[in-house]
């Protein structure tokens, strides 16, 4: 590109013309635009956007858009006469232009928060990215309500109000113009923060009580919509109540107000759309792949390499199989995935009594995945979902004590679960802390009672009641209130009804891993017992989501159930 010539003159003297340099050459249309902008002020040189100007009724002014703002802050060289809407973005500063890529195009909208949102995920001012977010004042006062304890609720109620003095204790912020969201140092959210600073004239139906809070947000959020439509132009916006109570956003909708639900904690819209672990090979697989796949021997298992557009879709430690009838099945797990090619190595049949972990051997082909998983010291996180009566919690048990016990490869295992109740309550327990969590581990009772009775059936009295000591002295019963902290060493950690813990409250279990820890989390997704939990948000969810694709954790989703005939016919009917 040649350089631009040298200016002759002073650069406050430079002539328009002097301005259409050979090195900022620019397309025909916007050469046009500028020379038509020139005419224009030529002809009224006071008058740089007659939108600016008050009438003769004295019409405020308008408040100065973002781009003329950040041009305003930049040295001017000379004076330059305004370009056109159409060329505005074109002559934006590249470092503006890479900040507008990352945003979203169409119009920014206002967000009026509900109390609950800040509740139940108190990060959750930066989350709506380039848009505004609106708290009013009746927000404030029932945070500072739910701040007291040391419940979940209140520990976030903390944590949200803390993030409110961040954000209005920054250097040079202004509650009457909006505080910044990124001054705290989170980039992603380009909006700002506005207080409800005077109030505000709204008119409600007489049959909703005017002092509930529910009731003055809606109030709120009606008087914001009347201000915001009065607006034209890039000033007037959407207004939307966010909030995780069903029956605000339904009020809200019947009194013709937009409202949504509080989407960004959901790891998935569709539950259906969960990782499964699994992936069934196509029945042409070995006629379209039969060119291009390498096999080797090591040990018991036999490797293949294959390549074609079956790899990009594959992750490790995925598992594949093939079955068609008049064909040998092949029941892989894939241990490598590159850029075109796949490697698959083949699993240990435990549905074989030669293979049993604790007398256990699976029946399905799902059970046998799992129990690959389980078994494997590689892995240390295994994610179990499934319907009741699948086999999750037998078969974690089954091939922790083979591991603890005959391999030596953990100390012991540890077994926590959510103590979430399916109806009332019933109190407070007395006794330690493994009594205490004593009536919520019927499940752990009831599978060691199999395991010891399949494995030491014909030692006698004795024999049971000695297995069933040794048993005992290696399983520790902890509840999760008091994790928080602990560091578990060499350790096989079991935790059961995973489906009712928060996102939230499973990092805190699976951060506690230390050195030589397996942790096992299984749960039934259609059965979440906790208050504002679904599918999509679960903690179960989540880690499934995230923990795809690494090669030291695996998931498998067992879709058979094995309990009894009545069990499975219950789970599909009811």
């Known amino acids: 590109m040649p350089l631009p010539p040298a200016p002759t003159k002073r650069a406050a003297l430079l002539s328009p013309e002097a301005l259409d340099a050979p090195a900022r050459a620019a397309p025909k249309a916007r050469r046009t635009s500028a020379e038509r902008q020139t005419d224009a002020r030529k002809e009224s040189p006071t008058l740089f956007d007659d939108r600016q100007l008050p009438d003769a009724g004295g019409a405020p002014l308008a408040p100065p858009t973002v781009a003329a703002t950040a041009r305003a802050s930049e040295p001017v060289v000379a004076p330059l006469p305004p370009a056109p809407l159409a060329s505005r973005v074109v002559e934006e500063p590249a470092q503006d232009r890479r900040k507008r890529s990352v945003k979203k195009t169409g119009p920014k909208r206002l967000f009026v928060l509900d109390t609950n949102v800040l509740l139940h995920d108190p990060t959750c001012l930066f989350r709506f990215e380039e848009h505004d977010i609106y708290l009013p004042m009746i927000v404030l006062e029932e945070l500072d309500g739910h701040k007291k304890g040391t419940t979940e609720v209140a520990r976030n109620g903390r944590q949200a109000s803390r993030t409110l003095d961040a954000l209005a204790g920054a250097q040079g912020a202004d509650m ?65 109540l966010v909030s995780k109570d069903i029956n605000m956003r339904v009020k809200a909708r019947a009194l013709g107000l937009a409202a949504d639900d509080y989407q960004n904690d959901k790891a998935l819209e569709d539950g259906d759309l969960l990782y499964s672990g699994s992936l069934a090979l196509p029945p042409d697989f070995w006629t379209r792949q039969s060119k291009a796949v390498e096999s080797w021997q090591s040990g018991s298992s036999t490797f293949y390499r294959i390549t074609g557009p079956l790899v990009p879709s594959l992750y490790i430690n995925q598992f594949v199989y093939f079955e068609a009838p008049g064909e040998p099945s092949m029941y892989a797990r894939v241990t490598e995935v590159r850029d075109k090619t796949a490697v698959l190595k083949t699993l240990k049949d435990y549905s074989s009594g030669k293979n049993a972990v604790w007398g256990v051997t699976t029946r399905n082909r799902e059970q046998n995945f799992a129990m690959n998983l389980l078994m494997d010291p590689d892995v240390d996180f295994v994610t179990l979902t499934g319907t009741a009566g699948t086999g999750k919690t037998l078969m974690a048990l089954a091939s922790g004590l083979t591991q603890v016990l005959d391999d030596r490869r953990y100390t012991e295992i540890i077994m926590t679960r959510a103590t979430v109740s399916v109806g009332e309550d019933i109190g407070f327990l007395p006794g330690t802390e493994e009594e205490k969590m004593g009536p919520w581990m019927g499940a752990l009772d009831d599978n060691l009672e199999f395991l010891a009775k399949g494995d030491n059936g014909g030692a006698g009295e004795w024999g049971r009641a000695a297995t069933n000591e040794l048993i005992r002295s290696k399983i520790k019963i902890k509840s999760m209130n008091f994790m928080r902290g602990r560091t578990f060493l060499n350790k096989y950690v079991i935790i059961d009804e995973a489906q009712n813990l928060t996102p939230k409250q499973m990092k805190t279990l699976v951060t506690r891993a230390g050195p030589g820890t397996k942790i096992i989390c299984m749960g039934n997704l259609a059965q979440i017992d906790t208050p504002y939990l679904t599918e999509g948000s679960s903690g179960l969810t989540f880690a499934v989501d995230r923990f795809k694709g690494w090669p030291h954790s695996g998931h498998i989703t067992l879709a058979r159930g094995e309990r009894s005939r009545l069990a499975d016919f219950a789970s599909d009917v009811l």
């Open 176 to 240: 009457s113009e909006g505080l910044k969201l990124d001054t705290t140092g989170h980039k992603e959210a380009g909006g700002r923060l506005y207080f409800q600073t005077q109030p505000l004239d709204y008119q409600l139906p007489t049959s909703l009580p005017q002092g509930k809070a529910d009731n003055q947000i809606l109030g709120v959020v009606q008087a914001l919509r009347a201000l915001h439509e009065k607006n034209k132009g890039a000033d007037r916006r959407e207004v939307v």
